[in-house]
């Protein structure tokens, strides 16, 4: 009986150690899945990471690309605009040393022209004290007079007639209106300063249209300082009372 016993107790003992052992195994086998699982999302956790990364990576590398894209644009509108701005300052300079040229020439010939004149002068009023003046010979000294007199206003004209059509194409150039040619024609007497400013505009003809009539004037406005003679002698004989001039654009 005792070993009956001894042997049940052994049984059971042994029944009970293959439990204990299927449990451990159970346990190892379960924590090895937790393990591998715990892997697998940290795996699949760091190649989110990776691929945030490189996608936060790109999208940088992709804002320094549009930046320095942005810069190398900028760059070269400004080279363009250094470019501009020098062709003009030296058309500019161009432009105003043949402008100079042109007053200084026609300042010769009005200098030249005024001697003439004073010299007539100076003819006629030895002519006149003189008593054997005939009629004949002071016809022929008034006619001269009036020949040269007649050159020196065509010279200011000339002027005149120059930077009225300067002044033209400066206001074209700010002038804005509904169709890109209108084909009428107003006429506005401009007195300007001795540098160009606008000081006034006095309406003289009008267009019949009254919408043109003042973005004629507005492009004035805006045109000024107007180009105009620099010499005060030149600018008092063409401008310095007001000039009449016609736009048609």
Request: no cysteine.
């Amino acid at each position: 009986r005792q070993q009956k016993l001894k042997e049940k107790a052994r049984e059971d003992e042994k029944k009970r150690q293959e439990k204990r052992d299927k449990a451990q195994a159970e346990r190892e086998r379960k924590r090895e899945e937790d393990r591998k699982e715990r892997k697998r999302l940290e795996d699949q956790r760091q190649q989110k990471l990776k691929e945030k990364a490189r996608e936060d990576e790109k999208k940088r590398q992709e804002k320094r690309d549009k930046a320095q894209a942005e810069r190398d644009r900028k760059r070269e509108e400004d080279r363009k605009e250094r470019e501009r701005l020098e062709d003009q300052r030296r058309q500019e300079l161009e432009d105003r040393k043949e402008r100079d040229r042109l007053l200084a020439e026609a300042e010769k010939k009005r200098q030249e022209q005024l001697k003439k004149i004073r010299e007539t002068q100076k003819q006629l009023d030895k002519l006149e004290q003189s008593s054997s003046l005939t009629e004949q010979q002071s016809q022929e000294a008034l006619q001269k007079q009036q020949s040269e007199t007649r050159r020196f206003q065509a010279l200011i004209q000339d002027e005149i007639d120059k930077y009225s059509n300067q002044i033209r194409a400066k206001v074209l150039d700010g002038w804005k209106y509904a169709t890109e040619k209108s084909g009428l024609t107003v006429v506005y007497e401009l007195f300007l300063s001795p540098s160009g400013r606008v000081v006034d505009i006095v309406l003289v003809a009008r267009s019949g249209n009254s919408a043109y009539d003042e973005s004629v004037k507005k492009a004035i406005l805006i045109a000024s300082p107007l180009p105009v003679p620099k010499e005060q002698p030149l600018f008092e004989r063409t401008f310095g009372r007001g000039v009449i001039i016609e736009f048609k654009f």
